[in-house]
């Protein structure tokens, strides 16, 4: 995924959102964002398997993976989809730290997680695999955007390139339909203010 276009309102967004009085969003709030809106037109992957059956979820949840300091937590942002960034962000970034604190309360784990997204960028992963977390059918693996030499127009480039890697549970979601969703959402994040309206 070309990341130029999604650093660059990011900024916009953080400078808006400094103005205002604070608040800032990460990359991996566009990332969860644009999850959201990619499951909302492929509501296939939004799925579980429980004894046997699949699950279809109407309403998103994005799981968010969070170190800690003896493993890994999943917080959840319920509704990413009909959220406004901003207010996502804030969730991610309160209910991550209240788990590094071990301070998470029950309202923070209210909502089970429809799909999770597992972000190592932070660490200068460049590509990995994630580990679907039961009962859900997929979970995202995304690495840092690097600077990366791309031909546009006949002419080398560089461009800030983020690779992403979906494993999908194949009893409950087929290849095509994760194609599909990995199109929209390489296409929500190369083309980023259609996430905002």
Partial sequence: VEMDAALALRSQINEALAAAGGGKVSVNDLVVKATARALRAHPLLNVSWDDGARIRHDRIHIGVAVSLDDGLITVTAPD?????????AADIAGKAQRA???????????????????????YGVESFTAIINPPEACILAVGGAIATPVVRDGAVVVRQVMKVTLSADHRVVDGASAAAFLVTFKQLLEQPLGMLV
Avoid: H, I, Q
């Fill in 80 to 88: 990413v989809d009909v959220r406004p960034l901003g207010e996502v």
């Fill in 100 to 122: 590094r604190e071990g301070r998470l309360t029950s309202d923070d784990m209210a909502y089970p997680s429809t799909f999770t997204v597992s972000n190592l960028g932070m």
